[in-house]
């Protein structure tokens, strides 16, 4: 056996419409290889590729007879190595005859490009199998593992379509690029399935095979026309076109659009997605094309409908308006009328009973559960102690799909509950079918096998289902699960924030099995011992089930207003605040605005929401600006005004985009005494420096003699392309030094020995400067005013090149002494041209070099603040800055709270907020800290109600 079916815990975890991957977008495909049997004489045994150089060879039984080649179960073509080498998405197409399912052999391949691992398991491959063991199924598979089991990615078809045909046409299209597998059969898609792995660097093609695999598995059965390998994905239309023109016809033109239909549902609610469909036809060609991921789409109001890039209709304000298909220069429209979401509480259990009733009373419907075991209600609880057998039923076995959730299109579950120590695979609760493991079920888990929660639904027909971070045991949680089918959502709420989230075309619900419904139970037990899954062990308050959805708005109340209170009106929409951190130059923030409504306050939108509902436009797209999927993206450094909008109100922030510094290289000098080369700490061996004229290393610091000409001469390219630069450094001048010596150097040097594209530091001078042509002084921005720094001792140096900010600072000893706030030559210029790159040398040629004793020297990859710069000097050159973390510690001082943390998190900022969680709004604290000692320190007079405080860069 090999090739994972499903399995009981497995998860599906992409939406229908994340399938429909762009196709023709992706790289243009180019024919690699090209088999035509079917111009193959009688009593032929080569197997040439009539367009590349990977000739074939038979083996087993295959011959060719009457222009096919016969595949008869003991078989197949031998490929050379390298098929598919260094193709990053690859086309398989085949026609050929294919016997009815009794002839076939279980796990035939028509085709597997990969290798053998020790254990004879096929690994690291693309393949293409005709019969999956008993599965009736077509299935184009990707692995990128050894064994190919591990993570495999199967496109399965639904049957057998080719079981008995004749003149069939197959085409399996991998393409990693866009993400997806495409199964054709006779020129219409018949599966799909959204992939993560590779061929390039992921296949590795050293066995490859026509009729046979890389398992100990039998042989296809069969007769071939034509096969062909293409480097890169064909389309839809290509393929429509290529089964069109057929095997002995090299023609992938489908021809011109004639005409686009969009298909959607009519409704969509408010806060819900359904998906779009997009078909055209084209005049080549006679089959319907789905270009549902490759067409464009707008909305006629963008404030009632969006529609993103993939076909995914959102609803976002009451009303309707028409979405809009365009593909080829053709468009089609459709009216869709966005709907309030509708839930109604149907199922209600409080546990309120007596204690001797083993009845469990449905205060909301008709649906009276029982206490089963060792169960027990106390002060409107039931306790479970894990204990097997000891559970909630709902009813189980008195209807089959007519209990909990009977004639419903969608559902919530919401429960209160306290959980003790939980084991691997404790429910929280199961609807579905029962044979002792579960079928036809939706079920949450509260503690998945690791340190997970999930929800999963599965059942003949489809299923998916995800895992949230985070298990329950040992803690009181509010957990809600909403279910809903027709806009493709399955969702996890932990206490009325949004943990988990995934968007499939799953199954309905009428196909949810409810003859066993149990909270505290699994399906994984037995129905006569119930020994099985354990059970869970603790109490639960509230336990409730809604027909439709309840909004993510409704949930964050709930949580609010607690297991008592069912009212879950969230009243008028009143005021929206966005807020938003700065940026980090590449950050993809996600968040920043919260909505106030007349019954809920500070509810996060993005956050908690299962659609992007909110819109943000960028005042400069070149520094900020919002993806498809709802993020901002920092894109360049500088400021933008982002404004937000949201149902008619709009909430406006200048958001500024930074590179905040990182330590990339860091010369401490340390190395042995005689050595030629000094080490680098933090960038690693590739920026070792060396001492091409020698040097003195004591083992705590560097000398270098002026008269010897000694300097250290660092790699190329150490400035690599960073928007802005600091030098941090500490160091000795012991004499004077001479004119026009320099400290560092980092550029090039002309045929005429002038220096150009640089930065540098001439320390008898006291300035710092950038020069962006050649000859560079010719246009050296700088600063100056340091004096002459001979005889200076340990002295602590930084030069601070910012040019997104157009500034230039210079300091010594944390302080600074100059500044130039018209730097106008970006990094760039001389990141390109930095092939000299010295520490005591001079890039004109000629200059003089300074005696000089070097202690540390530290190149950043941004700019250094003037608290960090200042924290820098105190710390010394022997403790690092810190830009990943920090721990903040309080007091209380004379009525005052006093918080405080370490020095190295210069670059941080003191945040605080009344509440925690994803409703929560932060903002900095006003107060400037100031430096006592080790640490930051800010005092805050108490004001009598709580605060949460956290540090932010």
């Not at 293409?128 to 064994?147: E, H, I, K, P, R």
């Amino acid at each position: 056996m090999k090739k994972n079916l499903v399995t009981r815990h497995s998860m599906v975890l992409w939406s229908c419409a994340a399938l429909l991957t762009a196709q023709l977008t992706a790289t243009a495909q180019i024919l690699a290889h090209r088999y035509s049997f079917f111009s193959a004489t009688n009593g032929t045994t080569n197997v040439v590729d009539l367009v590349g150089t990977n000739n074939g060879t038979l083996g087993g039984d295959a011959q060719f007879v009457n222009g096919q080649l016969q595949l008869d179960g003991s078989a197949y073509v031998s490929l050379q190595p390298g098929i598919v080498t260094n193709d990053v998405a690859v086309t398989v197409e085949a026609w050929g005859d294919y016997p009815p399912l009794s002839e076939q052999n279980t796990w035939g391949n028509l085709f597997d490009f990969g290798t053998k691992d020790a254990a004879v398991n096929d690994s690291y491959s693309i393949s293409f199998c005709v019969n999956t063991g008993g599965g009736n199924q077509l299935d184009a598979a990707l692995s990128d593992f050894d064994n190919a089991n591990v993570n495999r990615e199967n496109c399965y078809s639904v049957l057998n379509p080719i079981a008995g045909a004749t003149g069939a046409y197959i085409a399996a299209v991998f393409n990693p690029p866009a993400g997806y597998i495409a199964l054709y059969v006779n020129g219409v898609l018949n599966a799909q399935l959204a992939i993560t792995e590779t061929i390039t660097p992921g296949v590795q093609d050293v066995n490859n095979w026509i009729g046979w695999d890389n398992w100990p598995d039998p042989n296809m059965v069969g007769n071939l026309d034509e096969f062909r390998v293409w480097n890169g994905a064909l389309n839809g239309l290509e393929v429509a076109a290529s089964y069109a023109n057929g095997f002995a016809n090299l023609n992938t033109n489908a021809g011109v659009i004639t005409s686009v239909q969009v298909l959607a549902n009519p409704q969509v609610v408010q806060g819900g997605q359904e998906p779009a469909m997009v078909l055209v036809t084209a005049s080549l060609i006679t089959n319907v094309v789905d270009v549902t991921a490759f067409a464009t789409y707008s909305s006629g109001n963008t404030n009632i409908i969006t529609v993103d890039t993939k076909g995914g209709i959102h609803g976002i304000g009451i009303g309707s308006t028409l979405v809009t298909a365009s593909y080829g220069g053709l468009s089609n429209s459709v009216s869709v009328a966005v709907i309030e979401p509708v839930s109604v509480l149907a199922h209600r259990y409080s546990f309120n009973d007596p204690s001797t009733n083993s009845a469990v009373a449905d205060s909301v419907g008709t649906l009276t559960g029982n206490l089963m075991g060792t169960a027990y209600e106390t002060n409107g609880q039931v306790v479970l102690d894990g204990s097997t057998l000891c559970y909630v039923d709902l009813g189980s076995n008195a209807f089959t799909n007519h209990g909990v959730i009977s004639g419903y299109q969608s559902t919530t579950v919401d429960y209160w509950a306290t959980f003790t120590t939980l084991q691997n695979w404790t429910y929280a609760w199961a609807f579905g079918n029962s044979a002792g493991y579960g079928f036809n079920y939706i079920h949450s888990v509260v503690r998945d096998g690791n340190t997970q929660h999930e929800i999963d639904n599965y059942t003949s027909a489809g299923g998916s289902g995800f895992a949230a971070l985070g298990d329950f045991a040992n803690e009181t949680v509010h957990c809600t699960t909403v279910i809903d089918p027709p806009t493709g959502h399955l969702a996890i709420y932990t206490n009325g924030v949004l943990s988990g989230l995934v968007t499939n075309d799953f199954a309905p619900l009428a196909s949810i099995a409810t003859n066993y419904c149990y909270i505290g139970r699994s399906l994984w037990t037995s129905l006569t011992t119930g020994v099985g899954d354990p059970y869970w062990a603790g109490s639960i308050d509230e336990f409730r089930v809604y027909n439709g959805v309840v909004s993510p708005q409704q949930i964050a109340l709930a949580d609010v207003l607690g297991p008592n209170n069912t009212n879950l009106t969230v009243g008028a929409l009143q005021s929206l605040t966005v807020s938003i951190p700065t940026l980090n130059l590449g950050d993809a923030f996600v968040g920043g605005a919260w909505a106030t409504y007349a019954n809920l306050t500070n509810f996060n939108l993005v956050a908690n929401s299962l659609t992007p509902l909110l819109i943000y436009t960028s005042g400069n797209s070149n520094v900020v600006y919002q993806s498809a999927d709802g993020a901002l993206l920092a894109v360049g450094l500088g400021r933008a005004m982002v404004t937000a909008s949201y149902k008619g109100l709009v909430s406006s922030q200048l958001v500024t985009v930074v590179h905040a510094p990182v330590l990339v290289n860091r010369y401490s000098f340390l190395d042995a005494p005689g050595s030629l080369t000094v080490a680098d700490s933090v960038g690693g061996t590739n920026w070792y420096g060396s001492l091409p004229n020698g040097g003195t290393l004591s083992g705590t610091n560097l000398q270098l003699s002026g008269a010897s000409d000694q300097y250290v001469q660092l790699p190329s390219a150490i400035l690599s392309n960073y928007p802005a630069v600091t030098i941090d450094m500490w160091c000795t001048f012991p004499t004077q030094m001479p004119v026009n010596c320099q400290l560092y150097a980092f550029g090039n040097t002309d045929s005429g020995g002038a220096g150009y594209n640089y930065i540098f530091c001439a320390p008898q001078g006291g300035r710092i400067a950038i020069s962006g042509v050649d000859p560079g002084y010719d246009g050296e921005q700088g600063c100056g005013g340091a004096g002459d720094l001979s005889f200076q001792n340990n002295i602590h140096l930084t030069s601070v090149y910012d040019p997104p900010a157009g500034t230039e600072y210079w300091y010594t000893n944390g302080v600074l002494v100059s500044s130039n706030t018209g730097i106008t030559i970006p990094m760039y210029w001389v990141a390109q041209q930095d092939v000299f790159n010295y520490i005591g040398h001079s890039l004109y040629t000629g200059d003089p070099h300074e005696d000089l004793n070097l202690g540390e020297f530290r190149i950043y990859n941004g700019a250094l603040s003037p608290a960090e710069v200042e924290a820098s000097q105190i710390l010394g050159p022997s403790v690092l800055l810190s830009n990943t973390s920090a721990k903040l510690s309080a007091s209380v001082s004379r009525g005052s709270l006093v918080i405080s943390w370490p020095l190295t998190a210069a670059g941080f900022s003191l945040y605080s907020s009344a509440s925690l969680g994803p409703q929560a709004v932060w903002t900095v604290v006003s107060a400037t800290p100031a430096i006592v000692g080790q640490t930051f320190q800010v005092s805050i007079p108490a004001s009598g109600t709580s605060q949460f405080y956290e540090l932010r860069r």
